[in-house]
C-alpha cells in the first residue's frame, strides 16, 4: 500500500479487484449455461418430433417449462434472498439442470417430457434470481452499464455459436451425445461453483 493511501482506500481498491473476478468467474460459468442450453433451443421441436410428439405436444412442454419457472421464481425469490450463500443454490440450480440433461435421453411420453420440462423450470428458478443476485453484488464501482452489457454481449454471441454447434453435432451424431455433452459441462460447471471458497462469490 502506497503511503498516502488510506486504510478505506487500500479496502475499497482489494474489493474492487475482487469484485472483477465474481464478474468474471459468472460470466464465465452464465456463458456455459448459456452455450449449453443455446445447442438445443432451436432443435427443440425437432427433438420433440423425433419422441413422436407434435407441434402442439412440444408448445404444450415449453408452456409448462414457461409457466412453472415464472411462478417459481416469484415463489422462491423471497426465500433466496434470506439464504446468504447464494452461490449454492446458483450451483445447485446449474447440477439439476445437469440431471434434466440426462433425462432427455430416457424421455419416452408426453408426461415424461412435462415432467422434465417442469425441473428444467425448477432449475431456472434457482439459476436465475441467484446470478442476478451475485452478478450485481460484484459489480464494479461505476461500471454497471459496461459489465451488465459485457454479460448481454456475451450471451448474445454464445448463444449464436451455440445454435450453429447444436445444428452440426445433431446431424453428425444425433441428440443423445449432445445432451451427454450438455449434462457433463452443468455437472462440472456446478461442482466448479461448490468448491469455490465462500468469499470468492
Known sequence: MKPEETGAENIAKQMSKHGNRGIRILLTTSGLGTLVLGVLAPYYVIYVQKLGGTLEIAGASLAAFSIASGVLILSFSVWESSIKDQRRLYAVGILLRAIVFFMYIFISSFYELILTQILLGISVALINPT???????????????????????????????????????????????MFIFMALISVCTGLYLLMLPKDVL
Open 131 to 177: 446470478f442476478d443476485s451475485l452478478f450485481t453484488k460484484h459489480l464494479t464501482k461505476g461500471k454497471a452499464v459496461s459489465e451488465w452489457g459485457g454479460w448481454e454481449g456475451m450471451a448474445a454471441i454464445v448463444a449464436g455459436i451455440a445454435a450453429l454447434s447444436g445444428g452440426y453435432i445433431i446431424q453428425t451424431v444425433g441428440f443423445v451425445p
